[in-house]
Protein backbone atom coordinates (compact mmCIF):
# COMPACT_ATOMS: atom_id res chain seq x y z
CA UNK A 1 0.00 0.00 0.00
CA UNK A 2 2.68 2.37 -0.44
CA UNK A 3 3.55 2.90 2.91
CA UNK A 4 0.81 4.55 4.27
CA UNK A 5 -2.06 3.08 6.32
CA UNK A 6 -5.39 4.25 6.30
CA UNK A 7 -7.40 5.24 9.38
CA UNK A 8 -10.91 6.56 9.78
CA UNK A 9 -12.50 8.33 12.41
CA UNK A 10 -15.85 6.78 14.00
CA UNK A 11 -17.19 10.12 14.81
CA UNK A 12 -16.94 11.93 11.67
CA UNK A 13 -15.66 9.18 8.91
CA UNK A 14 -13.00 11.32 8.30
CA UNK A 15 -10.32 8.85 6.04
CA UNK A 16 -7.21 10.03 6.10
CA UNK A 17 -3.50 8.36 5.30
CA UNK A 18 -0.52 7.90 7.73
CA UNK A 19 2.76 6.71 7.11
CA UNK A 20 3.35 3.13 7.57
CA UNK A 21 6.07 3.49 10.26
CA UNK A 22 3.95 6.32 12.34
CA UNK A 23 2.43 4.09 15.11
CA UNK A 24 -0.33 6.83 15.73
CA UNK A 25 -3.43 5.35 14.35
CA UNK A 26 -5.74 5.68 17.73
CA UNK A 27 -6.26 8.46 19.98
CA UNK A 28 -8.08 11.56 18.87
CA UNK A 29 -9.43 12.68 15.71
CA UNK A 30 -7.15 14.87 14.34
CA UNK A 31 -10.07 16.27 12.30
CA UNK A 32 -13.14 16.48 14.73
CA UNK A 33 -10.85 15.84 18.00
CA UNK A 34 -13.05 13.75 19.33
CA UNK A 35 -14.00 9.83 19.12
CA UNK A 36 -11.74 7.23 17.96
CA UNK A 37 -10.11 6.32 15.16
CA UNK A 38 -9.94 2.44 13.67
CA UNK A 39 -7.61 1.32 10.85
CA UNK A 40 -9.28 0.96 8.01
CA UNK A 41 -6.28 -0.46 5.67
CA UNK A 42 -7.46 -3.28 5.06
CA UNK A 43 -11.12 -2.28 4.07
CA UNK A 44 -9.30 0.15 1.49
CA UNK A 45 -7.62 -2.84 -0.20
CA UNK A 46 -9.88 -1.99 -3.56
CA UNK A 47 -11.86 1.02 -4.61
CA UNK A 48 -15.12 -0.14 -3.57
CA UNK A 49 -14.60 1.18 -0.38
CA UNK A 50 -15.44 4.53 -1.77
CA UNK A 51 -18.47 3.65 -4.04
CA UNK A 52 -19.72 0.82 -1.89
CA UNK A 53 -22.70 2.34 0.44
CA UNK A 54 -21.35 2.60 4.12
CA UNK A 55 -22.91 0.23 6.60
ZN1 LIG B 1 -13.42 12.85 13.63
Redesign the pocket.
Known amino acids: MLGLRYVA??????VWAVPAADPAVSG????????S?TEVTDRLGDASYFLAERE
Do not use: E, L, N, Q
Open positions: CDDCDTPCPDCGGGV
